[in-house]
């Protein structure tokens, strides 16, 4: 059974940083792209990064380039987001997810929230 | 800028009605196009891709149509647990876009 667990979400205040992990299972990780799609309270969906399946190819939304940092590590089957400089519109749910074979996201964990606030 | 629109916002239906979601892209995306539901407290759950392909374990009375910029997802009738928002996706070389959503809601 595919599963993806995210940790690492919380409170910081505007200008802090955080690190989620999102921790896969039930399918060979190293095969797949991964990416961490993000919901503002209320709002809809925002993708946020997406890395391939070595690491090499690397994309982001416009919004967090230069400020977050995606990276994975296959021994570990382990994605994950380094978020730097927060501000409070970064608050949000964020969730990992596989992309499939297609250019869409098959598997979703449950998110860790991000709060952004003084 | 990709945009993906997503008509209409709400749609009020009852359960055994037929629901028709539309959405419609700035650019052709040819059948790259995916439909996802995401019910309250729940991450969204993937429905279609490729326009027209059910994922595994959804049910027959989701379909999924279109080509190019306009692209419609239909329930057939409508059950009790159907009652969600949905998303329409797109993916055009490496930037991923999603659609703002239809909320489905008991009339």
């Known amino acids: ?118 | 800028e990709f945009v993906l629109t997503q008509s209409p916002a709400t749609l009020s239906l009852s359960p055994g009605e037929r629901a028709t979601l539309s959405c419609r892209s700035s650019q052709s995306v040819s059948s790259s196009l995916t439909w996802y539901q995401q019910k309250p407290g729940q991450a969204p759950r993937l429905l279609i891709y490729d326009a027209s392909k059910r994922a595994i374990g959804i049910p027959a009375r989701f379909s999924g149509s279109g080509s190019g910029t306009d692209f419609t997802l239909t329930i057939s009738s409508l059950e009790p647990e159907d009652f969600a928002v949905y998303y329409c996706q797109q993916r055009s070389n490496w930037r991923v876009t999603f659609g703002g959503g239809t909320k489905v809601e008991i009339k």
């Open chain 1, 1 to 118: 059974e595919v599963q993806l667990v995210e940790s690492g979400g919380g409170l910081v205040q505007p200008g802090g940083s955080l690190r989620l992990s999102c921790a896969a299972s039930g399918f060979t990780f190293s095969s797949h792209w991964m990416t961490w799609v993000r919901q503002a309270p209320g709002k809809g969906l925002e993708w946020v990064a997406h890395i391939q399946q070595g690491g090499n190819e690397i994309h982001y939304v416009d919004s967090v380039r230069g400020r977050f940092t995606i990276s994975r590590d296959n021994a570990k089957n382990s994605l994950y987001l380094q978020m730097n400089s927060l501000r409070v519109e970064d608050t949000a749910m964020y969730y990992c997810a596989r992309e499939g074979s297609g250019w869409y996201f098959d598997f979703w964990g449950q998110g860790t929230l991000v709060t952004v606030s003084s």
